[in-house]
């Protein structure tokens, strides 16, 4: 949902956008789906899924849609592959990659099947190595997410959910879980325009109802599972602002935050699950 982004019909939109965007394209008159997914690299379910569309032609002149960066990996089924193996393998998660495929959780999968990993990454044996001190101890560890997502930007971020707790740590699309009470106030973790926010309370791709900021510097941050927003699109906001209230819509369990960072590394990702912990 790239605030510069696509608009006008296919043919005015460049085929090479960012990959760690979000975008958002409203349908033109004689547009088609495998057209628009083709367009942005991303296969039709993609597009479907993030859209809560009931179809491939269930698109329409003037609709707004949501473009989800999925690093989607496709996996051709062998023996002795679960969707438990190809979670661990790729790091998604079992729910994800069976919603994804439209396929049940507890399902056996076809030898020779293809599916789909949501978000799924081919981990290679070397990782940058970067030094952290640890209670005044300088020690060498793995930083897989540095870089990859972009490069730390320490003391930009204020915290968007103050006297939460890290639930869950680096995962899926360079995010944090963060845990807190049903109706507690979510901030934006910086300045910027909004440029999406939803609040039908349906699916969106597993996020629910949330909320993505554009900044100054192109980066994006992405608050979700909220039970409502109360930003509007194209509205500026500063740092530390009201933009919703913490919420288990989408594909949560439970009350709490999924706060998302493209273009840069999360500034929660060095945060140990179950601290309380403040954005670096």
Known sequence: MAYSGPSGTIADVSPTT?????SVYVVRPGDTLSEIANMFNVSINTVIWANDLSSARDV?????LIILPVSGIKHTIVKRDSLKSLAKRYRSSVKEIAAYNGIDASATLTIGSVVIIPGGEILTQTRKRVRRTFRGTRILVNEPYLGGSGRARNGYFVDPLPGGRITQGIHGWNAVDIGARRGTPIYAAASGRV???????RWNGGYGNYVVITHKNGIQTLYSHMTYSVVSPGQLVTAGQIIGHV???GMATGPHLHFEVRGAANPFRNCSVGSLCSPQ
Do not use: K, V, Y
């Not at 960012?18 to 979000?22: G, L, P, R, V």
């Not at 329409?60 to 707004?64: C, E, I, K, M």
């Open 18 to 22: 960012s990959s760690d965007q979000i």
């Open 60 to 64: 329409h002149p003037g609709d707004t």
């Open 195 to 201: 440029i999406i926010t939803r609040n039908n309370g």
């Open 247 to 249: 919420g288990a819509t």
